[in-house]
């Protein structure tokens, strides 16, 4: 069981506005910052959100990152058939000295 | 471009030895933690441990201590992943990442790993 939790899975229509959660704690989401990352099928993961609502160059502004207390969402805008892939949240832990994923959510686009 | 390579996969008995190795091009390797995930079939990504800059400090999830040893040559650009009585659930696809993360106690931050490999699938299987 992950320490942080997401829903298993999520849908949209082309074009909704789409969001993931993502609930942990106040030793982790709660005191640390959150990144998410877009792992498209057959592929290797790949950083979306940094730093609870930054955007690595290249990502389209149409993702988005939010974090208020011990959670945190992941919003997709005008929903594109491309973001069909799994979300996984991450937050960094002191006692690891490394982060830690939530479980992941599939995203599919009807 | 900045690029990772993955290579030493393979299947393996269990209670037998892999070395998987990651090749780094077009960024200052020396410069940066680097870190091992892995993803069990149908799972979700699992951290497994990361080593800083000049490799003297390293962790590792509680599942591997004492089996995996993570090393880095900063001459070559690479960065190696030694693993010793493998088991059958540490069978998965294993990706090395690079990680942003700078400061120090309350000025710690961690920007996440933002570039990765492509992979290497190691299966133990008897």
């Known amino acids: 069981q992950s320490v942080l939790t997401q829903p298993p899975s999520a849908s949209g229509t082309p074009g909704q506005r789409v969001t993931i959660s993502c609930s942990g704690s106040?030793?982790?989401?709660?005191?640390?910052?959150v990144n998410w990352y877009q792992q498209l099928p057959g592929t290797a993961p790949k950083l979306l959100i940094y730093?609870?609502?930054q955007r690595p160059s290249g990502v389209p502004d149409r993702f988005s990152g939010s974090k208020s207390g011990t959670s945190a969402s992941l919003a997709i805008s005008g929903l594109q058939s491309e973001d069909e892939a799994d979300y996984y949240c991450?937050?960094?832990?002191?006692?690891?000295?490394?982060?830690?994923f939530g479980g992941g959510t599939k995203l599919t686009v009807l | 471009e900045m690029q990772l390579v993955e290579s030493g996969g393979g299947l393996v008995q269990p209670g037998g030895s892999l070395r998987l190795s990651c090749a780094a091009s077009g960024f200052r390797f020396s410069e940066y933690w680097m870190t091992w995930v892995r993803q069990a079939p149908g799972k979700g990504l699992e951290w497994v441990g990361n080593?800083?800059?000049?490799?003297?400090?390293?962790h590792y999830v509680d599942s591997v201590k004492g089996r995996f040893t993570i090393s880095r040559d900063d001459a070559k650009n690479s960065l190696f992943l030694e693993m010793n009585s493998l088991r059958a659930e540490d069978t998965a696809v294993y990706y090395c990442a690079r990680d942003v993360s700078g400061g120090s106690g309350t000025y710690f931050y961690y920007y996440g790993m933002d570039v990765w490999g492509q992979g290497t699938t190691v299966t133990v299987s008897s």
């Open positions: 991450a937050t960094w832990d002191d006692s690891l000295h490394g982060p830690v």
């Open positions: 730093s609870n609502n």
């Open positions: 106040n030793s982790n989401i709660g005191s640390k910052t």
């Open positions: 080593i800083n800059e000049g490799g003297r400090e390293k």
